[in-house]
């Protein structure tokens, strides 16, 4: 029996505007296995990036349960939400989200920051992360010296850094080229067959979510398909 | 952990280094203000306590003449009816140490060094209990010299600089309205009276001198007032009684009639002009304050921006694990840096103040080191009281909402 990681039950989300409540997610049940490679795909609009915010504890359900490492999350303080993003989850963002004011080697330690770790600790783990992901050399420029690619490899190298249980990624090709996106799902399969980190990315590129093993796809706040990827893709090649 | 945060602050106030340094300007101000009224209201307070010690204690001034006399008023010391006698009479109450004449008025005085236009006190030995003046060389006149008016002088120190140069005046002639006198002592230096006049540009001489000789006609056997020290500050209700009662009974004013004289209390009017310097240190500092509340707002305004600014940056930190009271202490110790910052170029500035208000305006300032200190302490609750509520603001963002700000 493979541990579970995540534990989603009947998972919804409301948007409060102005003009009324909103459904987005109408009650999403899945699991997630430490380990595991998922995708989550779907049209636009359909509620992935609802869904990983909340999954990411960036955000909150409406109603449903959502348990991380065996937690429920609902209970849970802003203190212990903010302690769950900080060692138990990495997000990485479509459009990077690093501090411009900032060199690529402190952005990458930053959550060491909040764990209270010494200079020489946070920068031994930055420069580590660093080289992990192909950005040796790079620690004292600031992101607006680097490319996107290499952009988008310092936010994974930021969300790496607190080894975290699981990475989420939110569309993290989404601003990159096509070479440049496979190089990131290179690096991000490697994660995940070498270091064992459990991945869950969002996409809307077929070819990108070919590189996960499971595939979850979302229709109008509802699951649509759950189950390898591979299957998935050959019955619609036939 | 505060060591990062600081580090951080600092490079924040960096980026925006012209905003940074335009709202401090605030404190700084502020801060300058009040430390630079401050060391003007200390440096008053500390010029009367000094002029009060030098003064003299438990003194009163008797005066001839009434406030009020029937429907015609006449002027302090405008009618003549004190004379020596009252003062040896008044010396003989209980409690009073010293009582002295003084016949006083101006005059040319020439030495072969110099001429000098000063003021003379015909007085008696009594003037030097009483005002707590001591001789830094000589010695003083007697008895006798007071009552076989001879010419003798003490001088002060603004007269021997004048008229003596660097020789030892003491057995030395010096000419009053042409009238030769001994100088037969040196009067030690006392600095400025209340009202701000050289105490030390004066000379004494016996009273009979005065009256007979230097002053002749003008007061006849009369003084312009009798100066009386009490032997404690306690005695002084008491003697200020006997002398009223004595002085009526000398003067023969019957019952009803007004007093011809008038006695004033010296450690009164000592007592109030230190308060008037200590409440006007309290309004002037209270004024400057108000400048450091408007340096608060203004810390206040531009920390609510930079918060706004920053909202992507906050929804940034904390997705990666930043508490609420992560984001709290950055702004807060923000908006502290911004306000000691400014206090501290403020303290700079304000003893600056203080120095050229000194060298310029020729006003006594003293920075204390309370002032600096209060400052401080000032500047910390106006960093923290103004910073709270933008931290807080910042603090309680939702990681979500805070992320997708535009
Ligand atoms: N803060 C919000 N307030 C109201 N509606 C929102 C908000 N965020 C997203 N939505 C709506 O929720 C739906 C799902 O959005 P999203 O999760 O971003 O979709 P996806 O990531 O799959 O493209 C969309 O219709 C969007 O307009
Ligand atoms: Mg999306």
Not at chain 1, 79 to 108: C, P, S, Y
Not at chain 2, 91 to 100: E, F, I, Q, R, S
Request: include cysteine.
């Amino acid at each position: 029996m493979p541990e579970a990681l995540i534990r989603v039950q009947g998972l919804k989300k409301s948007y409060v505007s102005p003009a009324g409540s909103v459904e987005i997610l109408h009650g999403l049940d899945f699991q997630i296995n430490a380990g595991e490679f998922v995708a989550v795909m779907g049209p636009s609009g359909s509620g992935k990036s609802t869904m990983m915010n909340i999954l990411g504890c960036l955000d909150t359900a409406s109603s449903g349960t959502f348990e991380i490492a065996g937690k429920d999350t609902s209970k849970m303080s802003s203190d212990q939400l903010a302690g769950l993003r900080n060692d138990v989850i990495g997000f990485v963002f479509q459009g990077f989200n690093l501090l411009q004011r900032t060199t690529i080697e402190d952005n990458v330690a930053l959550p060491l920051v909040y764990r209270s770790a010494d200079k020489a600790t946070r920068r031994a783990a930055a420069r580590e992360i660093l080289a992990k992901v192909g950005l040796d050399g790079y620690a004292l420029s600031r992101p607006n010296q680097i490319s996107g690619g290499q952009q988008q490899r310092v936010a994974i190298a930021r969300a790496l850094v607190g080894k975290p249980k699981i990475l989420f990624a939110d569309e993290p090709t989404g601003n990159l080229d096509t070479t440049t996106s496979h190089e990131i799902m290179d690096l991000f399969t490697g994660l995940n067959r070498q270091d064992g980190i459990t991945l869950m990315i969002v996409t809307h590129e077929a070819d990108i979510a070919q590189y996960a093993d499971r595939l979850i796809r979302l229709v109008d706040g509802r699951i649509d398909y759950d189950g390898p990827a591979r299957a998935y893709f050959q019955e619609r090649a036939a | 952990m505060i060591g990062p945060m600081l580090a951080e602050a600092f490079s924040a106030l960096g980026a925006n280094r012209l905003r940074s340094v335009l709202t401090m300007l605030g404190m700084v101000i502020g801060v300058g203000a009040v430390i630079t009224m401050l060391s003007v209201g200390e440096g008053t307070k500390a010029q009367v306590q000094a002029t009060i010690e030098s003064m003299g204690s438990n003194l009163f001034i008797v005066q001839a003449g009434s406030a009020q006399s029937g429907a015609v008023r006449t002027g302090a010391g405008g009618v003549q009816t004190l004379t020596a006698s009252d003062a040896e009479a008044i010396a003989d109450l209980p409690n009073v140490t010293a009582a002295a004449p003084v016949a006083p008025g101006n005059a040319q005085v020439v030495t072969s060094y110099g001429n000098w236009s000063t003021q003379i006190m015909g007085t008696t030995e009594d003037m030097l209990v009483a005002r707590n003046w001591s001789l830094s060389s000589g010695y003083s006149f007697s008895d006798s010299d007071v009552r076989s008016a001879s010419r003798v002088a003490l001088i002060g120190r603004t007269i021997v600089t004048n008229l003596f140069g660097d020789e030892d005046p003491v057995g030395q002639t010096i000419r009053i309205r042409n009238l030769p006198f001994i100088v037969q002592g040196v009067l030690a230096g006392k600095g400025q009276s209340l009202d701000g006049r050289d105490q030390d540009d004066t000379i004494l001489v016996p009273v009979t001198t005065a009256q007979r000789q230097l002053f002749a006609g003008r007061f006849g056997d009369t003084v312009r007032f009798i100066m009386v020290q009490a032997s404690s500050t306690d005695a002084m209700s008491q003697v200020q009684a006997d002398m009223t009662a004595l002085l009526r009974d000398r003067h023969r004013i019957g019952e009803g009639q007004d007093d011809d004289f008038q006695i004033r209390n010296l450690a009164a009017m000592a007592d109030s002009a230190a308060q008037t310097a200590q409440v006007m240190t309290l309004m002037l500092a209270a004024i400057a304050s108000i400048s450091l509340i408007v340096g608060g707002i203004g810390i206040m305004n531009i920390m609510l921006v930079s918060v706004t600014e920053r909202t992507r940056e906050i929804g940034i930190r904390m997705a990666i694990g930043a508490r609420q009271r992560d984001v709290l202490l950055q702004f807060l110790l923000e908006a502290l840096m911004l306000s000691l910052l400014g206090c501290l170029i403020g303290v700079a500035l304000g003893v600056g103040g203080a120095w050229l208000i000194k060298l310029l305006g020729g006003l006594d300032t003293v920075v204390t080191p309370e002032s600096v200190i209060l400052a401080f302490a000032v500047a910390t609750g106006v960093g923290v009281f103004f910073g709270y509520y933008p931290a807080r603001k910042a603090a309680r963002l939702k990681p979500i909402d805070a992320l997708r700000y535009q």
